[in-house]
């Protein structure tokens, strides 16, 4: 029998490691970082770096939200389209998040903007978030190149905006969510 670590104990040491590696990557650059450097700048060892992440990119771009989402997507009404449900299911998830009380949700984004040997992987992130989507949808009776085609637009302007946001020092993430998201509404036709 393994003993595990406490829940707390746990995400402090997950949290530990993804700001020492924003640190190491904002500081050195991300492809000269290594994972031996950022588990030895959060006291500990590569495998457990390897334990909370599969890559060092995870650490910046891992996203425990879809379920959140898929839910607050199935709380829309059915009789909606579905670029209209995913809009009001994307606001409600959002809104049940605290707003981060730090810059460092900017810094993320800013490395990811920076990199482009990153960019792939929040493409990836964001087609298993639009496949989540999309499950959601066509489960609920939607026809699937809708769904794809809302998901597909709905996470662009989100990320754009992320993006947008990203270089600035002004403004909260949640305006910048709140702006893409009011950008999509009206009807679907």
């Known amino acids: 029998m393994t003993a595990t670590a406490p829940p707390g104990k746990r995400a402090r040491t997950r949290a530990r490691l ?6 190491l990557f904002e500081r050195k650059g991300f ?8 588990a030895e700048a959060a006291g500990v060892t590569p495998m457990t770096f390897f334990r ?12 425990p939200y879809d379920p959140l989402i898929a839910a ?22 959002w809104r049940a998040l605290p707003e981060p009380t730090s810059d460092v949700e900017r810094r993320r984004v800013r490395v ?4 482009p040997s990153l960019w792939g992987e929040m493409h990836a992130n964001n087609r298993r978030t639009e496949r989540m989507m999309v499950d959601q949808l066509v489960a609920d009776g ?23 946001w990203s ?23």
């Open 167 to 189: 270089q600035s020092d002004d403004g909260n993430i949640g305006a910048a969510v709140e702006g893409a998201l009011a950008a999509l509404e009206g009807s679907d036709g």
């Open 18 to 23: 993804q700001l020492c590696a924003l640190e």
């Open 72 to 93: 607050a997507i199935a709380g829309q009404p059915r009789t909606w389209g579905p670029r209209a449900r995913v809009v009001a299911g994307l606001r409600h998830a």
């Open 142 to 164: 939607a026809d699937r190149l809708a769904a794809r085609a809302s998901a597909a637009a709905v996470l662009a302007a989100i990320t754009a905006a992320l993006l947008e």
């Open 31 to 38: 492809e000269q970082t290594t994972v031996a450097q950022v």
């Open 52 to 63: 909370h992440f599969n890559t060092k990119a995870q650490a910046l771009l891992d996203d």
């Open 112 to 115: 990811v903007a920076a990199t």
